[in-house]
């Protein structure tokens, strides 16, 4: 991206076509249509927010843990008993960051877009970067739609965009690569989840109003049915085209507000949780018949085994118990959406064949082995490259790729091959967490607080053994100082490499570069 000097002359040669990507490989000297695509990604679901049990023991087998027991995902069971499910998946934990890492393969620190976008201010913060990349992606720039739209795939949005702010050239998904866009723009959360308010356009919430639904305004349909029809039209539509798709359904759900899904609200009028964390169950039942539509839809339109469909969320759990940084929101693990901790990070990632058959050859070149548990860290920018090479494309010179393939972690089997390594890089205020950055290698795992020189305290860290200590419950920076000082440098160096931009000082404006222990 322009923000760290990429070649703009070879993103626009590939952009005019002087580039030729293939549009699919042939299998066996026998050409096959290229496979289906479904990015399924849900807003604020982290990893506990389901009835499928992500975290494991010792030995890699699932627990069940009490909000397994709450919330209820029967879809997602379907869809992990066809796949592979990872217990150790990481996104940012703010969603932008996330959404733009996914369509680019990029880590936040490298593209530069580090926190939400507020659809009308720079919200970068205090004493945030003043560069930081607030306008989000760009006509220009290199996505995963586009890539698949230049090899012949019907892309398709449904839902939630948030690429860039209101009037940028992110706000509109068409922009990016995207064929047909249903939902997306620059907000972040809807006016209303209900038909009835015409999803925002009437509760003086306007300029949150979720567009392209004008069909369903003033009926009782709730926001991710909408969404999740008019998902099912545009899959149809490719399928009576002949054309392979590309589907990135971004369901609005679970954000708040959290207005609660009429659907499947009894199922929780007993709980003894606080009303806002009923409707939000209420919320996460609906994004998972979504999910079951979207999967029989496949079924009858008969592309289901030629049809790989990726479900994750785009940060930690928001769901409404417990402050950012108590065991409560993601228990057993600590924190919650914006936090420095697991539960801010970690999200369910579930990858399967919409249904398994042995002799689809794409099947064969991808094979996801069923029921699986996948305990090796992976990351959502490792998407971009795992779906490039499953299509048989490639990633364009001068557009640098920080994901990993998934291939060989898909069969539920170790890459010792392959680094475990994460970097979450927050340079801004006020949030949950403040000023941060931190950094997964292997078991480890670093967290620097940027605090001004003004500020009472200074800057100060936190060191955990995520294998003997999981939830983060005790700090190690002052009994191993070895360690701190190697994962700092870690730290450091990957800020470095990515170009990274830091919080500045209140005076003078330097930026505040991490300090060595």
Not at 26 to 41: G, K, R, S, T, W
Not at 148 to 156: M, N, S
Not at 457 to 467: A, I, P, T
Request: hydrophobic residues 35%; contains cysteine.
């Amino acid at each position: 991206m322009s923000r760290h000097g990429l070649p703009r002359l070879s993103s626009i040669l590939i952009l005019l076509g002087l580039v030729v990507l293939p549009v699919c490989r042939a299998v066996a000297d026998e050409v096959f249509p290229p496979p289906n695509i479904i990015v399924f990604l849900v807003d604020d679901m982290g990893v506990m927010d389901t009835s499928v049990p992500f975290l494991t023991d010792e030995d890699g087998k699932p627990v069940r843990h009490p909000l397994n027991e709450f919330f209820r995902t029967p879809q997602m069971e379907r869809l992990a008993a066809r796949g592979v499910r990872f217990n150790n998946f990481c996104a940012m934990s703010v969603c932008s960051p996330s959404r733009i890492s996914l369509l680019t393969g990029q880590n936040a620190a490298r593209h530069g877009t580090t926190n939400w976008i507020n659809p009308d201010q720079n919200n970068a913060g205090p004493l945030g970067p003043p560069s930081w990349n607030w306008q989000g992606l760009h006509t220009r720039d290199i996505t995963l739609p586009r890539l698949l739209q230049r090899a012949g795939y019907r892309t398709i949005h449904v839902g939630k965009g948030h690429f860039g702010p209101r009037g940028s050239e992110g706000e509109n998904p068409q922009n990016l690569g995207f064929d047909i866009n249903v939902g997306g723009c620059s907000i972040g959360q809807p006016g209303s989840y209900q038909g009835s308010k015409n999803f925002g356009q009437t509760t003086g919430q306007g300029r949150h109003a979720v567009p392209h639904l004008s069909a369903y305004h003033g009926t009782e349909i709730f926001l991710t049915e909408a969404l999740t029809r008019e998902a099912a039209v545009q899959m149809a539509t490719a399928v009576k085209e002949k054309r392979p798709f590309f589907l990135h359904c971004a369901h609005y759900a679970v954000h708040a507000p959290f207005d609660s899904d009429p659907r499947f609200a009894g199922h929780y009028a007993g709980s003894d949780k606080p009303a806002p964390a009923r409707a939000f169950a209420s919320l996460i039942e609906g994004m998972d018949a979504s999910l079951g539509d979207l999967l029989d839809q496949l079924d009858t339109l008969g592309v289901a085994d030629n049809t790989l469909v990726i479900f994750l969320g785009d940060n930690g759990s928001d769901a409404p118990l417990g402050s950012a940084h108590e065991v409560a929101c993601a228990a057993p693990l600590r924190g919650r959406k914006g936090s420095h901790y697991e539960g801010g990070m970690r999200v369910p990632f579930i990858a399967a064949w919409a249904r398994p058959q042995e002799g689809n050859p794409h099947q064969k070149r991808l094979p996801i082995t069923a029921g699986a548990i996948q305990s090796q860290q992976a990351a959502v920018i490792d998407i971009l490259p795992t779906l490039l090479q499953l299509t048989g494309n490639k990633v364009p010179e001068g557009h640098p790729v920080d994901g990993l393939v998934l291939d060989t972690l898909l069969t539920g089997q170790p890459d010792p091959g392959r680094h475990e390594k994460f970097l979450m890089h927050y340079p801004h205020a006020p949030h949950r967490s403040n000023y941060f950055t931190s950094y997964r290698d292997g078991p480890w795992k670093v967290v620097y607080h940027y605090v001004p020189s003004n500020v009472s305290g200074g800057s100060h860290y936190e060191l955990f053994h995520l294998k003997d200590d999981p939830f983060e419950s005790t700090n190690l920076a002052a009994s191993r100082p070895d360690e701190l000082r190697r994962l700092m440098a870690g730290l450091k160096e990957s800020l470095e490499s990515h170009r990274a931009l830091y919080p500045v000082a209140a005076v003078g404006g330097l930026p505040l570069i991490p300090r060595l222990p």
